[in-house]
C-alpha cells in the first residue's frame, strides 16, 4: 500500500467507539485522511514517502479545544486576580478597543503556535477580527472554527450590530467548503445580547447548517441579571426564544439548575467546560459530573490567554478530573477515559466536527498527535490514559499531524515563523502599556 506518511512504533488510542488500544501500532495516512490503522507488522516503512517514529510513545488523535480567544495572547497576564465583570468591563473591554486587525492575526498566530506546541490541532475561537484568526489559523495549518463575537454595542471591529451580521455572513461565504475553517455564529451571551439579536444569530446559523456559539450561565450574577430582566434563567430564556438546538455550543455552563440540565439536555445543546478560567475568575465550578450523566457531550476548553493565561489542554485535563474529585469528594468522578474523550472525540462532537476528528480511524482526516513517553516524570506506565491526564504536558508533545500536513516534528514548527510572532507580540505589548 503506498503511503505518503507512516506514524508508527508507539501505543495507538484510537479514541473510536471501541476506545480500541494497540500496544504497538502504526497510522497510515494518505493525502489528508487516515488510511489505515494497525499494528506494526501491517505495514512497512519502505511504503511510506515519510515516516514519524514514535519511539514507543503515544500516538493519538490531536485535542479539539472547544473555546478560546486566541488573540487575547495580547493580553495574557493584564488585569489578573480580578472578578470576571470587573475583568472584562474595566480592563478588557477598553483594552480591545485599541486592537487592530494586525494585532489580531499576530496573536492568533501565537496562540496557534502554542496550541500546536501543547497538541491541540482544533480549537473554537469568538473574538474580533476574526477574518484574521481564521487567516492565522489557515496559515499555521490548523483546523478551527472561528465566529466574529456580536453585541448590544458597537464593536471596535464592525461598529453597529448590523455591520456585525453583515461580516459574519461574509465570512460564511469567504470560507465555505475551507477543508480547515468552519464559521460560527458567536452572539457574545444573553446579558450583552437582545432577544432579536440572538433570534436572528440562531437563524442564520440554522440556514447555513453551523454552529451557533455562546457563553451562557458563566456566572451566579449573570443568571440573577437575566432572571431579573426576562424571568428565567439563561437557558431559560435561550428556550423560550427558540435558539436551543443541537448546532448550540454553550460555553462555561457554571451555574445551572436541574431545569436547566434537562433543556439542554432536550434540545441537544453541546457544553464547553473552562475550569482553569472558571476557578481564575472565581466564577464557580460547573455540574459536569451531572451533565454527563444526564447525557449531555461535554467537550474541554482553555478559554483565552488572558483568563487562563496558558493555552495548554493536556494542563486543562488534570484539573478538570481533580477539580470535580475535590468537589464532590468522590475519586471515582471524572476518571480519566472520560476527561480524554472530552479533550477529543467529545470536543470534536460539540464543534460538530466528530465525523471529520477526534479520532484515529480510517477516512477521517489524519489529526494525529505523537508524544514522547521517555521522561522521568512518565516512567512507569501502566494505563495510557491515566498518564495523558494526571502526567503528561503540553511540551511532551513531539510530534503533530493536521489534515494530513506534519506541522510540527521533534518540537519544530514547520508552519510558523515562531520568533516572529514572539517579536510581533513584544511590540503589541509595548501599544498596549502605553
Request: glycine share 8%; with cysteine; hydrophobic share 40%.
Amino acid at each position: 500500500m503506498a503511503i505518503d506518511l507512516l506514524v508508527r512504533n508507539g501505543i495507538v488510542l484510537t479514541m473510536n467507539p471501541e476506545e480500541a488500544v494497540l500496544d504497538r501500532g502504526s497510522v497510515a495516512v494518505r493525502g489528508d485522511r487516515i488510511a489505515a490503522v494497525g499494528s506494526d507488522d501491517d505495514f512497512s516503512a519502505e511504503d511510506a514517502d515519510r515516516v514519524i517514529d514514535a519511539k514507543g510513545g503515544i500516538i493519538m488523535p490531536g485535542l479539539v479545544n472547544t473555546h478560546t480567544h486566541a488573540a487575547m495572547t495580547c493580553f495574557r497576564g493584564l488585569a489578573d486576580d480580578l472578578p470576571l465583570m470587573e475583568w472584562l468591563n474595566d480592563h478588557i473591554f477598553p483594552a480591545e478597543q485599541k486592537l487592530t486587525p494586525e494585532m489580531v492575526n499576530t496573536g492568533a498566530t501565537l496562540a496557534c503556535a502554542e496550541m500546536i506546541l501543547a497538541g491541540i490541532t482544533c480549537f473554537c475561537d469568538m473574538y474580533l477580527f476574526e477574518a484574521e484568526v481564521a487567516k492565522a489559523a489557515k496559515a499555521a495549518g490548523m483546523r478551527a472554527v472561528t465566529g466574529e463575537v456580536l453585541y448590544d454595542f458597537p464593536s471596535p471591529n464592525y461598529g453597529p450590530i448590523e455591520k456585525g451580521f453583515a461580516y459574519t455572513e461574509a465570512l460564511i461565504e469567504a470560507w465555505k467548503d475551507d477543508p480547515l475553517i468552519t464559521i460560527a455564529v458567536e452572539p457574545h451571551s444573553p446579558y450583552l445580547c437582545a432577544p432579536e439579536l440572538l433570534q436572528r444569530a440562531q437563524k442564520i446559523a440554522r440556514e447555513n447548517g453551523i454552529p451557533l456559539v455562546i457563553h451562557l450561565s458563566e456566572t451566579e450574577e449573570e443568571v440573577n441579571r437575566i432572571k431579573e430582566k426576562y424571568g428565567h434563567t439563561p437557558v431559560g430564556h435561550l428556550a423560550d426564544l427558540g435558539i436551543l438546538g443541537h448546532n448550540v455550543l454553550a460555553c462555561h455552563c457554571v451555574a445551572l439548575t436541574d431545569t436547566d440540565i434537562e433543556l439542554l439536555k432536550r434540545f441537544d445543546v453541546k457544553v464547553s467546560h473552562n475550569p482553569e478560567s472558571n476557578m481564575k475568575l472565581a466564577s464557580g465550578v460547573a455540574p459536569v459530573p451531572k451533565l454527563l450523566e444526564a447525557g449531555i457531550c461535554v467537550g474541554l476548553g482553555t478559554d483565552g490567554p488572558s483568563s487562563n493565561n496558558d493555552l495548554d489542554l493536556f494542563s486543562e485535563m488534570n484539573t478538570a478530573a481533580k477539580l470535580h474529585k475535590v468537589h464532590t469528594l468522590d475519586p471515582t468522578v471524572l476518571n480519566a477515559h472520560q476527561v480524554l474523550r472530552m479533550a477529543t472525540i467529545d470536543g470534536a462532537r460539540a464543534l460538530g466536527l466528530d465525523k471529520v476528528t477526534g479520532s484515529l480511524e480510517p477516512g477521517k482526516c489524519a489529526d494525529i498527535i505523537v508524544i514522547d513517553t521517555r521522561k522521568p516524570h512518565l516512567i512507569p506506565m501502566y494505563s495510557p490514559h491515566s498518564h495523558l491526564v494526571y502526567a503528561v504536558r503540553g511540551s511532551d508533545v513531539t510530534a503533530s499531524v493536521i489534515n494530513g500536513q506534519v506541522v510540527m516534528a521533534d518540537r519544530e514548527l514547520t508552519t510558523i515563523d515562531t520568533e516572529g510572532a514572539i517579536v510581533g507580540i513584544k511590540a503589541v505589548a509595548q501599544k498596549i502599556r502605553r
